[in-house]
C-alpha cells in the first residue's frame, strides 16, 4: 500500500517502495467519474504490457462478482479518458503485473445506492473480490 491517507505520492514514490518491497503485482484502485447515468466497474492495463491483461481479466472478473456491479469490461490504458496510464507503464523493465480498477462511478448516486449497504461492507466485499482475483492469478 502507498499510501493510507488522502495525500498525493508520486510515481516515481511509489515505484521505489514497489521496488523496496518486492513486490508482486501493483494495482491501483479508483472510483470513476463521469456522467450521471454511467455506472459499473472497468479495469485497465498497459497496452504497452499485454501480458498484464489476463492480470486485469482475472481482477475484473473478481470485483465485478463481488460487488454484483455491471461489467464494463478490461480495457488497455489508451482507452481511459486521460490517455495512457503512467502508474500502469512505470517503470519500464519490470515484470510484476499491472492494473487499475475503477470500482464504481462515484457520480451515479444511484449505482453507489446499488451497492446496497454501508460503504464499510462493500469496502470488505471489494476486498475480497480483489483477494479473490489475486489467487486465481497466482494460484494459491
Do not use: C
Not at 492495463?45 to 465485478?64: E, I, M, N, P, W
Not at 482507452?79 to 462511478?105: D, F, H, M, N, Q
Amino acid at each position: 500500500m502507498t499510501r493510507t491517507s488522502d495525500t498525493a505520492v508520486g510515481i516515481n514514490d511509489r515505484w521505489q517502495k514497489g521496488q523496496n518491497e518486492k513486490v508482486d503485482a501493483v494495482i491501483s484502485i479508483h472510483w470513476n467519474g463521469g456522467s450521471t447515468t454511467a455506472n459499473g466497474t472497468e479495469t485497465y492495463y498497459a497496452q504497452t504490457r499485454s501480458g498484464d491483461k489476463s492480470f486485469a481479466q482475472t481482477l475484473q472478473t473478481a470485483v465485478v462478482a463481488a460487488l454484483g456491479t455491471k461489467d464494463r469490461g478490461v480495457l488497455d490504458d489508451t482507452k481511459a479518458a486521460v490517455g495512457s496510464l503512467g502508474v500502469l507503464r512505470y517503470p519500464s523493465g519490470t515484470t510484476y503485473p499491472r492494473a487499475l480498477i475503477e470500482v464504481e462511478y462515484i457520480t451515479n448516486e444511484a449505482a453507489l445506492a446499488n451497492l446496497d449497504y454501508p460503504m464499510y461492507e462493500a469496502s470488505l466485499d471489494f476486498a475480497a473480490g480483489v483477494l479473490n482475483g489475486l489467487k486465481n492469478y497466482f494460484g494459491n
